[in-house]
């Protein structure tokens, strides 16, 4: 079960990489994810007007991500059959009214109506935008993928910067200025739609037939796909540990003020934003299985060591482990992409959709063990997480896979 290697010469003569059109899209998932991190930034603004406990904040969490990760797939496969080319900027719409209803919510109800109508707008955008950037990498899937996802990952470190500067000094009514920022999204979505709709009449309904895939016998294609889904609960279990409570973390244990705690949130974010560059093209490059291992376990002595070390560690390793740990998913997508020949929507939904189910029981599942016990132990227990990693190991090598 060795390492798979890069794509072929034919895959990549498939065609040429659009860097306008990912360029577009990872700026739309900037946009995008970016309003939607607001909702992770103001958890202290929220605890505090609403009155909430930390079970409440994470069933916000659990509301939201549940939310687009049943719809994903769904949508995924239906475009698969039947695609959407303006489904997206109909994604972005979703988005932007849950960004107005947040803004206004006068009660909790309403806060959960809210982030449920944000994750509906993230399961049509995530899917079709992943496509679009298939679609537009000439062959270079990985590095495609990372740059569709180097967006929203950066989108997503802007969240508590903007939070920490407009929403906290001027209030949940604030949220409103960044329905700005989501019309822009549905102003450039709706051309890369025109695009779309062109390229799948080009193409015979978009699907990509000089695409290599692997062919696996069935089990061991099951095989693979649980220990792929074992990688994500892995991943994102973690990855909710600090999008979610890092900031209370801070504010706990080393007495930081809700302004200082974002900044450092801030810093996380951005190194994760830096790292999900890194993952796709070594992945189009030396395999994918490769990013993978070094992804999920290589993290593993910076998570042991971060709940002893004094505030400067911290900072420093959570920057190396958001570095280390974002580069996993470009290549578990891609992975699972190659895996399964002519399903480029339904995989994205799937696996975009057990990122954000994850997250969002992480947030709930740890918000509850931060009530019963402490912040600190959260994170104590999710040190161990990456050992999941060690299940790469029975990972098939694709690249023999193609050949056969």
């Known amino acids: 079960m060795s390492a798979s290697v890069g794509p072929s010469p034919p895959e990549l003569a498939a065609g040429k990489t659009s860097f306008p059109v990912l360029g577009a899209i990872s700026f739309c998932h900037m946009l995008n994810d970016m309003v939607q991190s607001l909702i992770l930034a103001i958890y202290p603004l929220l605890k505090g007007a609403f009155h909430l406990d930390f079970g409440q904040i994470g069933l916000i969490t659990l509301t939201y991500q549940i939310t687009a990760s049943l719809l994903q797939p769904i949508v995924g496969s239906f475009t698969d059959c039947k695609p959407l080319p303006y489904s997206l900027p109909v994604g972005m719409g979703l988005t932007l009214t849950g960004l107005l209803l947040l803004a206004t ?16 707008g993230s399961s049509v955008f995530h899917p ?10 000439g062959g270079q899937h990985g590095l495609a993928q ?8 950066f989108g997503a470190s802007l969240g508590p910067l903007l939070a920490a500067y407009i929403v906290v000094p001027h209030g949940q009514h604030s949220i409103a200025w960044f329905s700005v920022a989501a019309l822009v999204g549905i102003v450039v979505l709706t051309k890369i739609g025109n695009w779309y709709k062109k390229r799948k009449c080009r193409d015979g309904g978009g699907r990509h037939s000089l695409d290599l895939h692997a062919r696996l016998p069935r089990r061991q294609l099951w095989i693979a796909m649980a220990v792929l889904v074992a990688l994500i609960f892995s991943k994102y279990f973690y990855l909710a540990s600090l999008t979610s409570y ?21 810093l996380f974010l951005g190194a994760v934003a830096a790292g999900t560059v890194i993952g796709g093209p070594i992945g189009d490059r030396i395999g994918r299985k490769y990013v ?23 900072s420093f390793l959570t920057v190396i482990i958001g570095l280390i740990l974002a580069s996993a998913f470009s290549a578990i997508l891609v992975y699972a992409q190659e895996m399964v020949p002519g399903r480029v929507g339904l995989i994205s939904g799937i696996f975009f959709g057990l990122a954000f189910g994850m997250a969002g029981m992480g947030a709930a599942a740890l918000g509850r063990l931060a009530d019963l016990t402490s912040i600190e132990t959260v994170y104590k227990v999710c040190s161990f997480l990456p050992l999941i990693g060690l299940l790469t190991a029975f990972l098939p090598n694709l690249r023999h896979a193609q050949h056969r």
């Open 105 to 120: 919510a006068p009660s909790y109800p309403f806060l959960l109506m809210a982030a449920a109508t944000v994750g509906m």
């Open 128 to 137: 079709e935008s992943a496509r679009v950037a298939r679609m537009a990498s």
């Open 146 to 153: 990372s740059v569709f996802q180097v967006g929203g990952n």
């Open 246 to 266: 890092y900031t209370f973390y801070l504010i706990s244990r080393f007495h930081l003020s809700v302004r200082s705690a974002q900044l450092y949130l801030f």
């Open 292 to 314: 993978i291992w070094c992804s999920i376990l290589g993290v593993l002595p910076f998570t042991l060591v971060l709940p002893y070390v004094s505030l400067f560690w911290t």
